[in-house]
């Protein structure tokens, strides 16, 4: 499984989130966006939350 954290990039953030500074990070799974989170920290641990959950559902 391919999951990843990406920063959004300014070109699709609204002039008025770029106004307030708004930074998002976006959580991709097998190429599907599946999160976005406005703390990067936040975003890795869902990260890391869909890693192990698709390893405890592949066979041993």
């Not at 499984?1 to 920063?7: F, I, L, P, S």
């Not at 307030?20 to 890391?48: C, K, P, T």
Request: net charge negative; no cysteine; aromatic share 6%.
């Amino acid at each position: 499984m391919t999951v990843k954290v990406t920063e959004r990039d300014e070109s699709k953030l609204s002039h008025e989130g770029l106004a307030a500074g708004v930074r998002i990070w976006d959580v991709h799974q097998q190429d599907q966006l599946v999160g976005m989170f406005h703390n990067e920290q936040e975003a890795h641990s869902y990260r890391i939350e869909l890693e192990y959950l698709e390893a405890k559902r592949q066979p041993q």
